[in-house]
């Protein structure tokens, strides 16, 4: 069986109206309404590639420095938005000493399906390198989509949003 490895973290979403024009000209007319803020969120988390992945280093040369690292992400297949980033990473990592593993096949085998689709040179990484699917929990999630400041948007409703 697979570890499916688990992060728990708050994660801000930070989008700003006018890259968004710029960025998904062409996308326009799905991003939802500014002030629906869990849609928002989901729909960011979604459409993003990459993340930043901020942690405190454990690292004895840098203990407790804040270390930021960017990672691939997927929440699920292109029509099917799960609203849980997933990660694929590698104990050669720094940013993975911390992770709590779990065993979920199911589950493990959607996420690995999700981000090898949207980053298909994934399959061929090396094998000798220990490669495993990670899994954001999110505990908070702060929004920044407009003028005005952070919003904080309701883990459940984020969750249960749908694109």
Do not use: C
């Not at 930043?52 to 270390?67: I, N, Q, W």
């Not at 399959?123 to 990670?134: I, M, S």
């Amino acid at each position: 069986m697979i570890p499916l490895a688990s992060l728990v973290l708050t994660f801000a979403i930070f989008w700003h109206p006018a890259v968004e024009a710029r960025v998904l000209r062409n996308a326009i007319s799905e991003l939802p309404p500014i002030a629906e803020h869990a849609k928002t969120a989901r729909y960011i988390i979604h459409n993003a590639d990459w993340v930043a992945v901020g942690t405190l280093s454990v690292r004895e040369d840098m203990k407790g420095d804040p270390f930021v690292s960017l990672k691939s992400i997927s929440d699920g297949p292109a029509s099917n938005s799960s609203g849980i980033p997933y990660l694929y990473m590698t104990d050669m990592d720094i940013t993975a000493i911390d992770i709590l593993v779990n065993k979920s096949t199911e589950e493990h085998e959607f996420a690995k399906k999700a981000l090898f689709e949207r980053h298909p040179p994934m399959k061929y990484w090396p094998a000798n390198h220990g490669f495993y699917v990670a899994k954001v929990k999110p505990t908070q999630i702060l929004l920044l989509n407009n003028f005005g400041g952070l919003v904080t948007v309701n883990v459940q409703d984020y969750l249960s949003a749908s694109l």
